[in-house]
Nanobody, 115 residues
Framework: VQLQASGGGLVQAGGSLRLSCAASGSSFSFNDMGWYRQAPGMQREMVATISSGGMTKYADSGKGRFTISRDNAKNTVYLQMNSLKPEDTAIYYC??????????WGRGTLVTVSS
């Protein structure tokens, strides 16, 4: 299984980006899908997750600004990020879980928010 993330880039504070992550090489469905991020010198942290049934969780930092969604037919997860802040600058990684315990990670996409 390979995860390919895209949509990162450079944006000014207050701007928006939409990240996408698609899985290939898989014939099975996924349980949770999610986005995590890691800023320089920081540990990786959860940004948002979405279950196979559509239940979502958000870190406090993104509540009201970020929206996670998924397309099960395409094995793709999205993260719409609005009102971006410089502190959102990080490498964003997608994560897919199968059979409740096997984790797959994308290679990450860089988001840079300028002030």
């Amino acid at each position: 299984v390979q995860l390919q993330a895209s949509g990162g880039g450079l944006v000014q504070a207050g701007g928006s980006l939409r990240l996408s992550c698609a899985a290939s090489g898989s014939s099975f469905s996924f349980n949770d899908m999610g986005w995590y991020r890691q800023a320089p010198g920081m540990q990786r942290e959860m940004v948002a997750t979405i279950s196979s049934g559509g239940m979502t969780k958000y870190a406090d930092s993104g509540k009201g600004r970020f929206t996670i969604s998924r397309d099960n037919a395409k094995n793709t997860v999205y993260l719409q990020m609005n009102s971006l802040k410089p502190e959102d600058t990080a490498i964003y990684y997608c994560n897919f879980v199968t059979y409740g315990k096997y984790n797959y990670w994308g290679r990450g996409t860089l988001v840079t928010v300028s002030s």
